[in-house]
């Protein structure tokens, strides 16, 4: 992946090392921030740090952009994939799941086939041969997206 990292005149030193760090943490801050996109799915964790190339200074900020080319590790979920997590809201339209880096993933009733809704003060959905779905039960599920 290629990106530009920004990096403000008091983060510039003179001695390679502090600059090359200071653009590391900025990378990895940019990652945390950006959390995702359609592109890649869900940004985990930098693998490698494979070039950095010479700075532009930004003539408004002042900021001087770094283009920079890493490796990522990515998790981007396909239709129908089976994913571990947990349920971390049921209502009685849906549930909200949780897997990984992946936060609110809604899976509705109609997509759970034989489950149906139980309501109470510890609502869950439930099948017939009395499997469940309920909050902070962690098992595999099946992605709607």
């Not at 390679?16 to 590391?24: A, C, E, F, M, Y």
């Not at 309501?119 to 469940?132: A, I």
Request: aromatic letters at 8%.
């Amino acid at each position: 992946m290629s990106w530009n990292v920004l990096i403000s005149p008091d983060q510039m030193n003179p001695k390679g090392l502090l600059l090359r760090k200071s653009i590391i943490v900025r990378l990895l801050e940019d990652i945390k921030c950006r959390k995702a996109s359609e592109e890649h799915g869900y940004y985990i964790a930098v693998n490698e740090l494979k070039a950095i190339s010479e700075g532009e200074v930004c003539e408004l900020t002042t900021d001087v952009s770094f283009p920079v080319t890493f490796t990522c590790l990515t998790q981007k979920p396909t239709k129908g994939e089976t994913l571990v997590g947990s349920v971390e809201k049921i209502l009685e339209l849906g549930l909200f799941l949780k897997s990984g880096p992946i936060e609110n993933i809604f899976l509705s009733y109609k997509a759970m086939g034989n489950y149906r809704y139980i309501g109470g003060d510890n609502p869950m959905f439930m099948t017939r041969s009395w499997r469940r779905a309920q909050s902070c039960a962690s098992r595999p599920l099946i992605s709607a997206g």
